[in-house]
């Protein structure tokens, strides 16, 4: 399962409110591409696909994630983190074997 930081709830939600309209949730997917085999997508969805998604819900906030995806997934926390160099979500997993140089790609 998917862990979402209180800080990264806030993050999104606030993002969330932004749009128009506003979407259902938000999407957390590995998707594959990289140099070292899979990447982290998140994205805002309108509608949750009953099929093949599994729904989390953090402090009112609605995350889906694809059955494939959750294998990848399980037991990862997303934080959101503000520093000199910038600002952004990180995904800390604990199935990561190996990632690549700029820390946008892993392998499991």
Known sequence: MVQLTPVAVNKVKEILGQQTP???GLRVAVVGGGCSGFSYR???ENQVNDASDNVYEFDGLKVMVDQMSEM???GVS????ETLEGAGFKFNNPNVKSTCGCG????V
């Open 22 to 24: 506003v979407p259902a």
């Open 104 to 107: 946008s790609s892993f392998t």
């Open 78 to 81: 997303i934080d959101y983190i």
């Open 72 to 74: 990848y997934l399980d």
């Open 42 to 44: 998140m994205a805002f």
